[in-house]
């Protein structure tokens, strides 16, 4: 059954190749198809000037050239209507992409600017030979372009800025291609182009584990839509570990939290020092994020005369013996309500 | 007291909003707001798009795979473009009507969520173009509930520039069962009902108040609105911007001051009260930046400014106060209060400088400088009239001759304080340098610095100007009217020997890091890499002045056999430093005033000498953490993840070990356009170990085993948390018809036993009689079971109903609300929620789709 399939695969390359180049290449699809009205280019039709725009090309793709792929040194570029002759139904479904919207009408403004070949390099050699890997450029597993080449080529136009720490990032060192989160062939994610149907799940592809942290009885708006992982985090790089978009764990919180920056008349030293002494960002099956029960939690740190060190056991419990505010409901934080810092001049103890 | 944001300000700002293109900016290298859905679709709409039964390519069947080797999505069907013009759009919306039953109230069940019965928009989107010249606009929204709603839109020009702006509001359910026993929840003003007298109520009168309470809902809704814009200036230079407000409201539990009601059952009281939320953040951003082809150059501003309403909220006390002194008595004490948070402001300004080197490298170096700040009045340190804490004998004056009671107008005002504002600041600096070459195909280096510090501006020293006393008022006078000498003031004169907080504490850091790694490819299809780290953090005020972590990690990435990535990584660190010093707080007390007189048995000890805290205790941590990905045929993938985390604190006293580890397992098949399922399995613990012990005198010997922190005390607890879960789902389209299903389940599991040495460790003696020198909590339990089916019917290109069933069983057991469910009143302790109850819902939905 796979050999007729793949000999199925193999006459429809061949057909389409043919077909391609019996017709004249530039003919090759129905008149219905959206793809026909895609201007044509210098690099494979005579009719350039026909479909010269009254707009100017856009500044961002105004310097778009034909990808170099080392894998085809001696390619040429052949155009977009020789692409689609064998492409049309990737076609149809680029088409919609932002991607394609802006190269089409700068390729129509400045017909020296290539669409197709923009991203896949030259497609002469390919064209020639579209069975031999590598000979284009191509974003998939068995495509035969080297991820580093992949990556460069989308750099081409989309470095800098959120991107501006790739190079030695834990993805880019993990051998992460742009495309194993992102798809620009289709719109499959309402913004971003990316791989899956949303960032969340985009990012679940490798950290499954952390997704299902997100169903824990508290977590952040994640799995209700309101969020993403790239609220906190910037996978294509950044300064700061795991990925944080800003320069510590509290800053990040912040964005969100801006009650908790202060600072506070008086402070509570492990918060001002890093959120996560307390709370674990993805999901936790105690109140409020927190890393384990209280007062254990708390217990911890504070061994101090007085109160805080005495080992509560069930009978505190409200249902116990002899309930305890330091056990039951909030436990600690019933009375010192203000762990994250208090601005009262009476609140040394976060009581106020 | 109370704030209000100026009305000229708001009116700008909605002239602001109006005036200025709306857009608002999701980049993932700066900010928030990148996604706006809803739990109907967390996709925003990609989920409810039709496959195309075409495929994606006439030359291949089939789904090709990312480098990394997962599936691509089968893309949906075009979408039918209808001309206007210059233009063409398309569009689609989704509305329908929504039916919750069960227990759908229950806050967990409504999670960011407020499910209602109702009509809802389930989706609206609206896309046009204009191919000439690549301009574009979009419009998307949503209403599930009155509380649950975005709505976004965009145009711009691909390309050139984007302008954006959002609505949203997002509910967040605290909870569903809270008895208040307060009037004015939600207002910074909690006052008591009719039939409950101020600080003249009884324990009865109180737990017939709050059990006559009705149950009600405490949330907080967060409502936001945000512009930005983005625009190429030039082919190399892009600038953007953004602007987000957000306003919080509602009410959430929160605690309530008062005195140790396990030490003075008959006495003290503990509260749960309801705390405001009113505030407001405005956040700001903005960059120019710069990528050419040798250099890049990025200037950055991030702004945020945050304004709580209110100052203060006060509750009112029902309770009488009573001293511990035999035949004394207590002026009540009719209000207590909490600060809120400050308003604060944030500026950063960065500048990143990046240059390309030769054998394919770069270099980076960014600098950054911020400042956050706050400068609130300071509200007085307590809110009473008349006097206040113990009438010694009975005259109801203050003097010398009755030490105890304070005339709340030498408190009850901000002049009581050494200064009227909190004038605090912290300044933040970075600076980061990064260089990365790569000599040859298969060799690449890595090099890093980064130096970062925070400057904390701002003394204060706790001084009334009034009285001449340091200090301030324990639990709002409280405290004072229980226990002679307890009211948290020193006096040189005539409480020199009480030992109570003066002085803030500030709170100054500084980090310097390295690090140095490579990675080298040996073979086509395998990848090694190495990098060393090395992060030194300097303290002020903190148990230890300098800690040094160094770590190393390997990875390893291999794609040697067909259809399998696999990805692998170990780490070995370890922090050590400086002396531990397990009481560097004593210059924030009054021990350290001029003219203090340590008492006659010396100054007790502030903790005991063997505490570690966890965030700068020596640790040895190992981790790993192993990814795989493995094409189990052309159309289905399996992946796994295993990962563990092993970390030993060289502590006596304090966490002695946490160790984590986790599992799973996730399957794809997409074997047709028409037809795609999945499932998970995921499986996970962690393991805390901590030990304490408990305090049998108040002698000056901080040393574990000795007079104050005996071995007999010692005990020891570990909590250990399962957590498993797992999920199916399948789409599948059958001519008309499209079936999809769902189903995810939780069961997590938490144990916390302990042990202990003797009676001595435990708040309750009387819990150790018979022997008993160990036990354990309940079980902390949560389950999830949810399922989801539906049925989607296309009776026309353009029409299409959808009627899906959404189930969902809650089961959850948290001994911190054991009991709670049948009563709220525990002697003079009242609380407000009742905490997290099962439930079991099911949300019924009819939602027809128009392609417009």
Same mark, same amino acid.
């Given at each position: 059954m796979v050999r007729w399939i793949l000999f199925a695969q193999r006459c429809a390359r061949r057909a389409a190749v043919c077909a391609m180049l019996a017709a004249g290449i530039a003919n090759a699809q129905p008149a219905t198809d959206a793809a026909r009205d895609l201007p044509a280019s210098n690099l494979s039709a005579d009719d350039a000037q026909a479909g010269a725009s009254r707009f100017l090309a856009a500044p961002g793709f105004a310097r778009a050239t034909v990808a170099v792929n080392p894998a085809a040194p001696g390619a040429t570029p052949v155009g977009e209507k020789t692409c689609i002759a064998c492409h049309q139904l990737e076609s149809e479904h680029f088409t919609h992409t932002l991607h394609a919207l802006g190269l089409h009408a700068a390729s129509k403004a400045d017909p020296s600017i290539p669409v197709c070949e923009t991203c896949h390099g030259p497609g002469s050699a390919h064209a020639r030979d579209p069975q031999q890997a590598g000979l284009i450029i191509g974003y998939t597993r068995t495509s035969g372009t080297p991820i580093a080449v992949q990556t460069k080529t989308c750099l081409t136009c989309h470095a800098g800025g959120a991107r501006d720490h790739w190079l030695g990032s834990i993805h880019q060192r993990n051998e992460l291609s742009c495309s194993d989160c992102h798809n620009p062939m289709a719109k499959f994610s309402g913004d971003g182009l990316l791989a899956r149907r949303s960032i969340d799940e985009t990012c679940a592809q490798c950290h499954k584990d952390v997704r299902v942290q997100f169903d824990r009885r508290s977590h952040m708006p994640l799995p209700e839509g309101k969020m993403s992982c790239v609220d906190c985090h910037n996978p294509h790089g950044s300064l700061t570990e795991p990925l944080l978009k800003t320069n510590t764990v509290n800053e990040t919180c912040y964005q969100c939290h801006a009650e908790k920056r202060g600072p506070f008349l008086f402070e509570h030293a492990p918060v001002r020092d890093n959120c996560l002494t307390c709370h674990? &960002?993805?999901?936790?099956?105690?109140?409020?994020?927190?890393?384990? &029960?209280v007062p254990f939690l708390c217990q911890q740190c504070h061994a101090q005369t007085g109160h805080p060190n005495e080992l509560q056991t069930p009978n505190s419990l409200g249902n116990g013996r002899h309930p305890d505010e330091r056990l039951m409901g909030r436990a600690c934080l019933t009375c010192h309500a203000q762990i994250h810092g208090s601005n009262a001049p009476s609140g040394p103890k976060f009581h106020e | 007291m109370h704030r209000n944001v100026p009305a000229l300000r708001r009116s700008l700002l909605t002239t602001a909003l109006l005036a200025t293109p709306l857009f608002a900016a999701a980049d993932t290298g700066a900010g928030v707001d990148t996604w706006r859905a809803s739990k109907l679709d967390p996709t925003a709409g990609a989920a409810s798009a039709t496959p195309d039964?075409?495929?994606?390519s006439w030359l291949s069947p089939g789904q090709r795979r990312s480098p990394g080797g997962m599936l691509y999505l089968c893309p949906a069907e075009p979408p039918d473009l209808t001309d206007a013009g210059d233009w063409a759009w398309y569009g689609n919306v989704q509305f329908g009507y929504l039916s919750t039953s069960g227990d759908d109230g229950n806050a967990l069940w409504n999670r960011y969520v407020a499910w209602d019965s109702g009509l809802v928009l389930g989706l609206l989107q609206l896309s046009a173009r204009r191919a000439a010249d690549g301009s574009y606009a979009d419009v998307r929204a949503n209403r599930t509930s009155e509380d649950d709603a975005f709505f976004e839109a965009a145009f711009g020009r691909a390309g050139s520039y984007k302008v954006q702006a959002f609505l949203r509001e997002l509910p967040n359910v605290l909870s569903h069962n809270a008895k208040p026993i307060w009037n004015g929840v939600g207002t910074n003003a909690l006052t008591l009902p009719a039939n409950l007298s101020p600080a003249g109520s009884t324990t009865e009168q109180v737990a017939a108040a709050s059990a006559a309470t009705p149950e009600r809902t405490l949330k907080v809704t967060r409502s936001k609105q945000g512009v930005g814009f983005d625009m190429f200036l030039s082919p190399q230079w892009t600038v953007h911007a953004n602007f987000s407000d957000e306003e919080r409201n509602g009410a959430r539990p929160f605690g309530g001051a008062f005195y140790y009601g396990f030490a003075f059952p008959d006495n003290a009281a503990v509260f749960e009260t309801t705390k405001p939320i009113d505030d407001r953040t405005i956040n700001l951003g903005a960059a120019l930046r710069y990528a050419g082809p040798v250099w890049r150059m990025d200037f950055a501003y991030a702004g945020s400014f945050y304004r709580d309403r209110y100052t203060r909220y006060t509750y009112e006390n029902p309770f009488a106060l009573t001293p511990i002194v035999p035949g004394a008595t207590s002026p009540p004490l009719v209000r207590g209060q909490f600060a809120t948070e400050p308003d604060n402001g944030y500026h950063n300004l960065r500048a990143t400088f990046t240059r390309k080197l030769p054998w394919n490298g770069e270099a980076s170096l960014t600098a950054s400088a911020g400042q956050m700040r706050q400068n609130d009045a300071l509200i007085a340190p307590i809110d009473c009239t008349g006097t206040f804490g113990i009438d010694g004998d009975g005259s109801g004056v203050p003097g010398p001759n009755n030490p105890f009671l304070y005339s709340c107008a030498q408190w009850n005002t901000p002049a009581a304080l050494s200064r009227p504002r909190a004038d605090l600041a912290i300044d933040t600096t970075r600076v980061d340098a990064r260089a990365t070459l790569q000599p040859g195909e298969r060799f690449t280096l890595r090099a890093g610095a980064t130096f970062n510090r925070d400057d904390y501006r701002g003394t204060y020293l706790a001084y009334n100007p009034l009285t001449g006393d340091y200090g301030y008022i324990t639990e709002n006078g409280a405290a004072g009217s229980l226990v002679p000498g307890a009211v948290g003031t020193w006096n040189p004169l005539t409480s020199p020997s009480a030992i109570v907080r003066v002085r803030n504490l500030p709170l100054d850091r500084e980090t310097t890091s390295a690090n140095l790694g490579a990675d080298f490819r040996?073979?086509?299809h395998n990848t090694f890499g190495a990098t060393a780290s090395f992060k030194r953090d300097e303290r002020t005020n903190r148990e230890r002045e300098r800690a040094d972590t160094s770590s190393v990690k390997l990875t390893w990435i291999n794609r040697a056999l067909a259809g399998v990535t696999l990805r692998a990584n170990a780490t070995w660190l370890k922090r050590r430093g400086d002396d531990y010093v397990y009481d560097p707080y004593g210059f924030t007390y009054s021990t350290s005033l001029p003219g203090f007189v340590p008492p006659p048995d010396g100054v007790p000890s502030f903790t005991v000498d063997a505490m570690r805290k966890y965030d700068l205790a020596d640790v040895d941590e190992t981790k790993f953490d192993v990814m795989a990905t493995l094409a189990l045929a052309a159309d289905m993938t399996l992946s796994a993840t295993v990962r563990g985390d092993r970390n030993d604190y060289d502590a006596q006293i304090g966490r002695q070990r946490y160790d984590t580890l986790g599992a799973t397992l996730q399957w794809e098949w997409q074997p047709s356009p028409a037809t795609r399922a999945s499932a998970y399995f995921g499986y996970d613990m962690s393991r805390l170990d901590l030990a304490n012990v408990g305090d049998v005198n108040t002698t000056p010997d901080p040393t574990l085993g000795g007079a104050n922190y005996p071995d007999s005390a010692r005990w020891w607890s570990t909590d250990r948390q399962h957590n498993r879960n797992a999920g199916f789902t399948l789409d599948r389209s059958v001519g008309r018809w499209r079936f999809d299903a769902a189903w995810n389940a939780l069961y997590a599991r938490g144990i916390t036993d302990f042990r202990f040495n003797s009676g001595s460790a435990l708040a309750y003696f009387a819990d150790s009689i018979g022997g008993i020198r160990d036990g354990a909590f309940p079980a902390l339990k949560y389950r999830v079971d949810s399922v989801t089916v539906g049925a989607t019917y296309a009776w026309s290109e353009r029409w299409s109903v959808r009627v899906f069933d959404l189930v969902e069983r809650g089961r959850i057991e948290d001994w911190h609300y054991f009991g709670f469910d049948a009563e709220r009143a525990f002697g003079r302790r009242i609380y407000t929620d009742g905490g997290p109850e099962d439930y079991r819902a099911n949300l019924i939905g009819v939602l027809v789709d128009v392609k417009l």
């Amino acid at each position: 059954m796979v050999r007729w399939i793949l000999f199925a695969q193999r006459c429809a390359r061949r057909a389409a190749v043919c077909a391609m180049l019996a017709a004249g290449i530039a003919n090759a699809q129905p008149a219905t198809d959206a793809a026909r009205d895609l201007p044509a280019s210098n690099l494979s039709a005579d009719d350039a000037q026909a479909g010269a725009s009254r707009f100017l090309a856009a500044p961002g793709f105004a310097r778009a050239t034909v990808a170099v792929n080392p894998a085809a040194p001696g390619a040429t570029p052949v155009g977009e209507k020789t692409c689609i002759a064998c492409h049309q139904l990737e076609s149809e479904h680029f088409t919609h992409t932002l991607h394609a919207l802006g190269l089409h009408a700068a390729s129509k403004a400045d017909p020296s600017i290539p669409v197709c070949e923009t991203c896949h390099g030259p497609g002469s050699a390919h064209a020639r030979d579209p069975q031999q890997a590598g000979l284009i450029i191509g974003y998939t597993r068995t495509s035969g372009t080297p991820i580093a080449v992949q990556t460069k080529t989308c750099l081409t136009c989309h470095a800098g800025g959120a991107r501006d720490h790739w190079l030695g990032s834990i993805h880019q060192r993990n051998e992460l291609s742009c495309s194993d989160c992102h798809n620009p062939m289709a719109k499959f994610s309402g913004d971003g182009l990316l791989a899956r149907r949303s960032i969340d799940e985009t990012c679940a592809q490798c950290h499954k584990d952390v997704r299902v942290q997100f169903d824990r009885r508290s977590h952040m708006p994640l799995p209700e839509g309101k969020m993403s992982c790239v609220d906190c985090h910037n996978p294509h790089g950044s300064l700061t570990e795991p990925l944080l978009k800003t320069n510590t764990v509290n800053e990040t919180c912040y964005q969100c939290h801006a009650e908790k920056r202060g600072p506070f008349l008086f402070e509570h030293a492990p918060v001002r020092d890093n959120c996560l002494t307390c709370h674990t &960002p993805h999901g936790s099956n105690q109140h409020a994020l927190l890393v384990a &029960p209280v007062p254990f939690l708390c217990q911890q740190c504070h061994a101090q005369t007085g109160h805080p060190n005495e080992l509560q056991t069930p009978n505190s419990l409200g249902n116990g013996r002899h309930p305890d505010e330091r056990l039951m409901g909030r436990a600690c934080l019933t009375c010192h309500a203000q762990i994250h810092g208090s601005n009262a001049p009476s609140g040394p103890k976060f009581h106020e | 007291m109370h704030r209000n944001v100026p009305a000229l300000r708001r009116s700008l700002l909605t002239t602001a909003l109006l005036a200025t293109p709306l857009f608002a900016a999701a980049d993932t290298g700066a900010g928030v707001d990148t996604w706006r859905a809803s739990k109907l679709d967390p996709t925003a709409g990609a989920a409810s798009a039709t496959p195309d039964p075409r495929g994606t390519s006439w030359l291949s069947p089939g789904q090709r795979r990312s480098p990394g080797g997962m599936l691509y999505l089968c893309p949906a069907e075009p979408p039918d473009l209808t001309d206007a013009g210059d233009w063409a759009w398309y569009g689609n919306v989704q509305f329908g009507y929504l039916s919750t039953s069960g227990d759908d109230g229950n806050a967990l069940w409504n999670r960011y969520v407020a499910w209602d019965s109702g009509l809802v928009l389930g989706l609206l989107q609206l896309s046009a173009r204009r191919a000439a010249d690549g301009s574009y606009a979009d419009v998307r929204a949503n209403r599930t509930s009155e509380d649950d709603a975005f709505f976004e839109a965009a145009f711009g020009r691909a390309g050139s520039y984007k302008v954006q702006a959002f609505l949203r509001e997002l509910p967040n359910v605290l909870s569903h069962n809270a008895k208040p026993i307060w009037n004015g929840v939600g207002t910074n003003a909690l006052t008591l009902p009719a039939n409950l007298s101020p600080a003249g109520s009884t324990t009865e009168q109180v737990a017939a108040a709050s059990a006559a309470t009705p149950e009600r809902t405490l949330k907080v809704t967060r409502s936001k609105q945000g512009v930005g814009f983005d625009m190429f200036l030039s082919p190399q230079w892009t600038v953007h911007a953004n602007f987000s407000d957000e306003e919080r409201n509602g009410a959430r539990p929160f605690g309530g001051a008062f005195y140790y009601g396990f030490a003075f059952p008959d006495n003290a009281a503990v509260f749960e009260t309801t705390k405001p939320i009113d505030d407001r953040t405005i956040n700001l951003g903005a960059a120019l930046r710069y990528a050419g082809p040798v250099w890049r150059m990025d200037f950055a501003y991030a702004g945020s400014f945050y304004r709580d309403r209110y100052t203060r909220y006060t509750y009112e006390n029902p309770f009488a106060l009573t001293p511990i002194v035999p035949g004394a008595t207590s002026p009540p004490l009719v209000r207590g209060q909490f600060a809120t948070e400050p308003d604060n402001g944030y500026h950063n300004l960065r500048a990143t400088f990046t240059r390309k080197l030769p054998w394919n490298g770069e270099a980076s170096l960014t600098a950054s400088a911020g400042q956050m700040r706050q400068n609130d009045a300071l509200i007085a340190p307590i809110d009473c009239t008349g006097t206040f804490g113990i009438d010694g004998d009975g005259s109801g004056v203050p003097g010398p001759n009755n030490p105890f009671l304070y005339s709340c107008a030498q408190w009850n005002t901000p002049a009581a304080l050494s200064r009227p504002r909190a004038d605090l600041a912290i300044d933040t600096t970075r600076v980061d340098a990064r260089a990365t070459l790569q000599p040859g195909e298969r060799f690449t280096l890595r090099a890093g610095a980064t130096f970062n510090r925070d400057d904390y501006r701002g003394t204060y020293l706790a001084y009334n100007p009034l009285t001449g006393d340091y200090g301030y008022i324990t639990e709002n006078g409280a405290a004072g009217s229980l226990v002679p000498g307890a009211v948290g003031t020193w006096n040189p004169l005539t409480s020199p020997s009480a030992i109570v907080r003066v002085r803030n504490l500030p709170l100054d850091r500084e980090t310097t890091s390295a690090n140095l790694g490579a990675d080298f490819r040996a073979s086509e299809h395998n990848t090694f890499g190495a990098t060393a780290s090395f992060k030194r953090d300097e303290r002020t005020n903190r148990e230890r002045e300098r800690a040094d972590t160094s770590s190393v990690k390997l990875t390893w990435i291999n794609r040697a056999l067909a259809g399998v990535t696999l990805r692998a990584n170990a780490t070995w660190l370890k922090r050590r430093g400086d002396d531990y010093v397990y009481d560097p707080y004593g210059f924030t007390y009054s021990t350290s005033l001029p003219g203090f007189v340590p008492p006659p048995d010396g100054v007790p000890s502030f903790t005991v000498d063997a505490m570690r805290k966890y965030d700068l205790a020596d640790v040895d941590e190992t981790k790993f953490d192993v990814m795989a990905t493995l094409a189990l045929a052309a159309d289905m993938t399996l992946s796994a993840t295993v990962r563990g985390d092993r970390n030993d604190y060289d502590a006596q006293i304090g966490r002695q070990r946490y160790d984590t580890l986790g599992a799973t397992l996730q399957w794809e098949w997409q074997p047709s356009p028409a037809t795609r399922a999945s499932a998970y399995f995921g499986y996970d613990m962690s393991r805390l170990d901590l030990a304490n012990v408990g305090d049998v005198n108040t002698t000056p010997d901080p040393t574990l085993g000795g007079a104050n922190y005996p071995d007999s005390a010692r005990w020891w607890s570990t909590d250990r948390q399962h957590n498993r879960n797992a999920g199916f789902t399948l789409d599948r389209s059958v001519g008309r018809w499209r079936f999809d299903a769902a189903w995810n389940a939780l069961y997590a599991r938490g144990i916390t036993d302990f042990r202990f040495n003797s009676g001595s460790a435990l708040a309750y003696f009387a819990d150790s009689i018979g022997g008993i020198r160990d036990g354990a909590f309940p079980a902390l339990k949560y389950r999830v079971d949810s399922v989801t089916v539906g049925a989607t019917y296309a009776w026309s290109e353009r029409w299409s109903v959808r009627v899906f069933d959404l189930v969902e069983r809650g089961r959850i057991e948290d001994w911190h609300y054991f009991g709670f469910d049948a009563e709220r009143a525990f002697g003079r302790r009242i609380y407000t929620d009742g905490g997290p109850e099962d439930y079991r819902a099911n949300l019924i939905g009819v939602l027809v789709d128009v392609k417009l």
